[in-house]
């Protein structure tokens, strides 16, 4: 792979990278549009990081499915697909890591322990295998893709962080390689997760901006759902990720649902329409 990416740069080519953990669905693929509109060559890693998988969380039953995956790589048009092992990536004696500080501890990062330092490491090391000039995450999960650019910031990282919106079912679920693990009741009930940003959505259009508020309507549209259960559903400003009091800045609605055993994460991205403007502008 660095042999490859060197010969691109060599050639002065635009190299855009695409991390994944396969199990590939249409949020990836938009990703890899993206990068296909703005690099050339584009390359797609699929790695299951062990290293972001708590003991107790599911990286030995995770969907694996390598071969559609590069059959869908293929005809997205991408170059190479880097898929190493985890002994590669992680020989023995390896050692080193990299965290973000403060921001890795909260919500996700609370729930999930150390499961931010497993990406940001593995993020870093994909980017100095590839050293690509963009690299591209989804919004979909928002608080990794802001760690990601800070990361990016604070190590002088020459690559350009992207960061793309969530792709939804009509119903607006949300795309993630983990609805395959939902039964059919539980699909229906993980819509409550999109019903719960469109309910703070209304009542910041009625012009509600008081953040405990905003969260009482959160909690009560997923309360009111039979195989839901809040992990957090918060107000948070999109610089730090900490609570806010009032909604008057750029800031995300964060929600972390178990539908039965399965967690499901979703956000909203709010923004005020210009500088000190009250009227919001909603990212779904
Ligand atoms: P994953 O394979 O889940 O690690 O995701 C790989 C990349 O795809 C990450 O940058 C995710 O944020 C992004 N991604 C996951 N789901 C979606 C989605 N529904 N829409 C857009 N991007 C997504």
Redesign the pocket.
């Known amino acids: 792979m660095k042999e490859q990416a060197r010969q691109a740069r060599a050639e002065s080519r635009i190299i855009g990278l695409v991390?994944?953990?396969?199990?590939l669905?249409a949020?990836?693929l938009?990703?890899i549009e993206r990068a296909r509109r703005e690099c050339s060559p584009v390359i797609a890693s699929i790695f299951v990081n062990p290293k972001q998988f708590g003991p107790n969380e599911d990286f030995s039953k995770y969907p694996r499915t390598f071969e559609r995956d590069s059959e869908k790589l293929q005809s997205a048009g991408v170059d190479s697909l880097f898929a190493p092992e985890p002994s590669e990536l992680y020989p023995n004696g390896f050692s080193t890591y990299v965290n973000v500080d403060g921001l890795s501890d909260r919500l996700e990062g609370r729930s999930r322990p150390g499961h931010f330092r497993g990406v940001t490491t593995v993020v870093m090391k994909l980017l100095q295998i590839v050293q690509p000039n963009f690299a591209?995450?989804?919004?979909?999960?928002a608080q990794?893709?802001r760690l990601i650019t800070q990361m990016a910031r604070d190590l002088n990282l020459d690559t350009g962080i992207v960061v793309?919106?969530?792709?939804?079912e009509p119903d607006g679920l949300?795309?993630?390689?983990r609805n395959v693990y939902l039964s059919g009741e539980e699909r229906k009930s993980a819509t409550v997760l999109y019903r719960a940003l469109n309910a703070a959505k209304s009542e910041l259009v009625a012009g509600v901006r008081d953040g405990l508020q905003l969260r009482d309507v959160l909690q009560r549209t997923l309360g009111a759902e039979r195989h839901a259960r809040v992990d957090y559903a918060e107000i948070v400003d999109a610089e730090l990720f900490d609570p806010i009091v009032r909604v008057n800045k750029p800031c995300y609605v964060l929600l972390a649902v178990f539908i039965g055993k399965t967690r499901l994460i979703d956000n909203l991205y709010i923004e005020p329409k210009s500088p000190g403007s009250d009227e919001l502008v909603f990212h779904f």
């Not at 991390?19 to 199990?23: D, F, S």
């Not at 793309?164 to 939804?168: F, K, L």
């Open positions: 991390p994944t953990m396969g199990a669905h949020g990836h938009s990703l591209y995450f989804g919004r979909k999960d990794q893709s793309c919106p969530p792709v939804r949300a795309l993630s390689s």
